[in-house]
């Protein structure tokens, strides 16, 4: 039996969403069907076997699309695997203090994560532009986030190829 996988993702400047479209395409390659669809279109969990979520992460907070979706379809959701990725400066933070900040998962991330009771977290680098504030720029100059792309492709991919291996193996043939 081929498993059906939902992608479902919220994105304000289409860096999130790329990396979910990548992850589907993945996922895809392994012998999955798989629907990528922003959660604003309310795909339907009941009819997948597996779920990933992804949001970019905005002041500490995953968007509201997103936890929305969830608080929407929670029943459906805990009846499933789930695993969620979010996009944002974190594993990029370098210097005393960003090493103390790139590894912490934010209060209301890690309520999303552990509302839906999710097999694995993943917090993938972000793409972001210089700030055109002084004092944000300050920060961020201070904590090590250098703007820019910072996906990291081959990352993504191996997150992929372990989602699908449990997957698959959850799977009947
Ligand atoms: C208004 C705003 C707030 C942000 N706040 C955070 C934050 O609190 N923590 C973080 O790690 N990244 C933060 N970021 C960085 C983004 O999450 C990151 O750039 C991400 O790749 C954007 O995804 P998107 O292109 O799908 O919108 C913020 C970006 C913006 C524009």
Redesign the pocket.
Known sequence: MTANVLVAYA???????EVAQRLGEHLRATGLQVRIAPATDSPDPTVVDAVILGS?????ALLPELTAFVDANLAALLQRPVWLFS????PVLRGPIGALLRTKVTPPVAGVRDTVNAVEYHAFA???ARSPQLRIRAVMGLLGAVPGDHRNWDEVAQWAADISRVVRARTPD
């Open positions: 994105s304000a400047d289409g860096s999130t969403a970019p992460i905005h002041d500490g996009l944002g400066m974190g972000g793409r972001f």
